[in-house]
């Protein structure tokens, strides 16, 4: 009780309140239903119009239409997850609890990932249908859902760091979808390309595709390919993000 | 229980607070006076570990909030100003969420749960949400959260404000109660108040320290003077400002 250590039971416990209370304030302010509905209504209804003209038994159109998707729907969930705490002054009240402040981003970022996972979900469907209707390759699907996952986890890991930096979840969702949609656009060829041209001598376009880009690696899972390299790429940033999160949460205390 | 030592804080070129020491025992009711801007929620701040000290040291039941700021949150109950709240959250599944942010165990969230609901009366509120809460009702929740892990040490900042004169009143009755095995400090703009609940007052202006005193030793000194002890205390504070 008196001492300024804390247990790994004490830790996992204070991190499972924060997160427990933080998808319930999710679903209370309603932006979790809002979210998952919208998600699943489009995500779903664009790949079966996909899927009708072209007739293949697989997942990979959806997959592909993720990104830009995300790109717009994740700022939404990583918002509200610091900058209601400065608006309503609450991360006074959180942060002066015995918690760390890295174990109050993981508490909350792992509410945003329920709630990624919760519209994943309502993907499940498309599989389904799938496999009534053909016979597709499990493990294709298994490994697009895991570079999903991934993706959707570095998404939400940057959108929590751009929160911690305002107290205004406008100013949060649209810087979150700016550096989102950089992270996807510098993965599209034909901007690449552009890119490229605007400076033919430094190659920015090429260094941004190879060496920043989120769609290169999901793409490898996309395919099936499961490589250390993708998975190392979506796991360090995301933990780089929170860690910043946690050092911006730090400085910034009143 | 909270040891204040030459501490200063520095907010870029302003000098927020400057050099103040003081200490507060347990069973003491110290009543913390100022004007707006005088320090007194930056001084609470730092002796909650919101804010780190930019000189000087503190500590709270024996832990310095520098190099053990956990320690000395597992210590404190801490009511900040303007009472900052989950607004979309239900009463008791916010009370829950602070014995868990608490470590309470089920029984003693229990047995604390029911003691604070009695002692803040916010028995008719536990399953609305908080955004649906009088304002008097949210100070007595804000408290209730404050006090429901029985912390050695209380800390208030500003924990009358926006209550009625009944409220005011009840409330100083509970703040009066709790001395017994607490050390509790608390802030107020309200002279009557703070003199009428306090074993002692601490006065700060422009960051420093101007009175630290025992209330009946003010009341003799405002006696002796021929004045009340709001007009003694006053006197001092304008003083510090010539």
């Not at chain 1, 260094?207 to 920043?212: G, R, S, V, Y």
């Amino acid at each position: 009780m008196s001492s300024n250590r804390m247990s790994f039971a004490e830790g996992r416990r204070t991190i499972r309140a924060i997160a427990t209370r933080e998808i319930g304030a999710n679903f209370d302010s309603g932006i979790a239903y809002v979210t998952t509905i919208a998600f699943a209504l489009l995500s779903n209804s664009i790949f079966m119009n996909g899927f009708f003209l072209t007739g293949t038994v697989d997942m990979t159109g959806f997959f592909d239409l993720l990104p830009l998707l995300l790109a717009f729907f994740l700022p939404a969930i990583s918002m509200r997850m610091w900058a209601e705490e400065h608006k309503q002054r609450t991360v006074e009240l959180l942060l002066t609890f015995p918690v760390r402040p890295f174990q109050a981003v993981l508490g909350k970022y792992i509410a945003a990932l329920v709630l990624y996972t919760l519209m994943l979900a309502c993907s499940l469907p498309i599989p389904v249908m799938l496999a009534v209707l053909g016979n597709p390759d499990p493990g294709l699907i298994l490994s697009g859902y895991l570079g999903s996952f991934l993706f959707g986890a570095l998404f939400l890991a940057f959108g929590s760091l751009l929160s911690a930096l305002t107290a205004d979840q406008i100013v949060s969702f649209v810087t979150s979808t700016l550096v989102g949609f950089l992270f996807v656009l510098t993965g599209e060829e034909r901007v690449v390309a552009i890119v490229d041209g605007l400076f033919p001598a430094l190659k920015i376009g090429s260094f941004l595709f190879e060496n920043f880009s989120a769609l290169p690696p999901l793409g490898e899972f996309v395919r099936g390919v499961i490589e250390l390299s993708s998975l190392a790429y979506f796991v360090l940033l995301s933990v780089l993000f929170l860690w910043t999160t946690g050092l911006v949460l730090e400085k910034n205390r009143g | 229980m909270i040891q204040v030592d030459q501490v200063t804080k520095r907010y870029g070129p302003t000098l927020a607070v400057d050099r103040v020491s003081f200490e507060v025992k347990e069973g003491e009711v110290v009543g913390f006076l100022g004007p707006n801007g005088a320090g007194k929620s930056t001084l609470l701040r730092m002796m909650c570990t919101w804010l780190p000290p930019t000189g000087g040291t503190i500590r709270i039941a024996g832990h310095d909030v520098r190099t053990q700021p956990l320690a000395v949150r597992r210590s404190i109950g801490y009511l900040p100003e303007h009472n900052p709240l989950y607004e979309t959250m239900r009463v008791d599944r916010f009370l829950a969420f602070v014995a868990e942010m608490r470590g309470l165990s089920a029984e003693r969230f229990a047995e604390r749960r029911a003691w604070v609901v009695e002692q803040c009366h916010i028995e008719e509120i536990l399953t609305k949400r908080v955004q649906q809460c009088s304002k008097g009702f949210r100070q007595r929740l804000g408290l209730a959260a404050a006090i429901l892990h029985d912390p050695p040490v209380v800390l208030l900042d500003e924990p009358t404000h926006g209550l009625d004169p009944l409220q005011v009143a009840a409330f100083l009755e509970f703040i009066r109660g709790l001395a017994k095995n607490h050390a509790v400090l608390f802030s107020s703009h309200v002279l009557a108040e703070v003199v009428n609940v306090s074993d002692r007052l601490i006065a700060i202006n422009n960051g420093r320290l101007l009175i630290d005193e025992a209330v009946s030793k003010l009341r003799t000194r405002a006696e002796e003077s021929g004045r009340s002890i709001e007009d003694l205390i006053l006197d001092e504070v304008r003083g510090s400002n010539a």
